[in-house]
């Protein structure tokens, strides 16, 4: 767990070799048996979420990303302000059907190409673009793992789970939220 966390910490090497290497570095010390280590691939929320990032990378693929950053450029003309809350609004909309971390890979590149289009400065996109990610995660039941995960929970111990909008009564307000002082903190970014 330590080297683990160390490995994590100074990105070296990049994240998804790390996760690989105590894959398999787990069940050759005997920390763990190889049918505890490959338990987490049978759980259906696991493959949910791999689906949720093929799809992501489908987007982007497919020029898709692109497409909505030239339609948000046309959509917000010279205004900032405005240019913050479609670009906030858009991605706590995807991001409540797919992962938060799937939602800003696929707006990196969208964001940078609005910034470089546009003459504003990356972290001025950056960051309304995260917290609109982040509060993403409470619209929906698969808009993030937990929600996922604490229903499967549920629902194995026999209590009926979340229905698909039960979040976005909590979710969307604090979207709201989110954007109101994205728009207003936008001068410190």
């Known amino acids: 767990l330590g080297a683990a966390i160390v490995m994590f910490a100074i990105n070296k090497p990049r994240l998804d070799a790390v996760a690989l290497i105590m894959l398999v570095a787990l069940p050759f010390t005997g920390i763990l048996t190889m049918a505890e280590v490959l338990a987490g ?11 949720l990032f093929v799809l992501g990378e ?8 692109q497409r909505l950053g030239d339609w948000l450029i046309a959509r917000a003309g010279r205004s900032e302000v405005r240019l913050v809350v479609l670009l906030m609004v858009v991605v706590g909309a995807l991001g409540a059907t797919m992962s938060s971390t799937a939602v800003t890979a696929i707006f ?14 990356p972290g001025r996109l950056m960051m309304p673009l995260s917290v609109a990610a982040l509060i993403s995660g409470m619209m929906t039941l698969v808009a993030t793992a937990p929600n ?12 009926a789970g979340f229905r698909f909008f039960s979040f976005t009564p909590f979710g969307l307000p604090i979207l709201m939220l989110g954007i109101l002082y994205m728009s207003v903190a936008r001068s410190w970014l």
């Open 108 to 121: 990196i590149p969208v964001a940078l190409r609005i910034s470089q289009s546009t003459g504003i400065g």
């Open 41 to 51: 691939f049978s759980d259906p929320n696991i493959v949910l979420i791999a689906a």
């Open 148 to 159: 996922l995960v604490v229903n499967s929970e549920l629902e194995r111990h026999g209590v």
């Open 58 to 65: 489908g987007l982007v693929r497919t020029g898709v990303a």
